[in-house]
């Protein structure tokens, strides 16, 4: 059987995965990044078992084309993420480790209730 925790990481897996993919490539300039954020935040914290998201793009790696944009890569993106599956959570991330955009599971936690007896 698959435990409530378990679950929560595999969510939260899916979801760094097709946020990941559903954006990277996505024309973005300075001026439009922090609407594309808000975005990205808003389409996503309406999925399943999602509790929060923060997004924040890094804005030194948008390096604009001869049309005035860049496009959004993998290694501009900085998420984070909470999921809920019942009483466990699961918190995650993309972040830059060196030249790469590295999902990883930050904490996971499951409440219990403490007996006062």
Known sequence: MITDRERAAFEAGIKLGALYHQWVGVPVSRESASSLEKAIENAH???PYMTDIAVRLDRELMIPNS???S???GLML???LTVRVNEA???AC???EGEY???RIEWMDEDT???NS
């Open 45 to 47: 914290i309406q999925q």
């Open 67 to 69: 049309f005035g944009y």
């Open 71 to 73: 496009e959004l890569s």
């Open 78 to 80: 900085d998420v984070e």
């Open 89 to 91: 959570s699961c918190h």
């Open 94 to 96: 993309i972040a830059r």
């Open 101 to 103: 955009p590295m999902m």
């Open 113 to 115: 209730e403490v007996s």
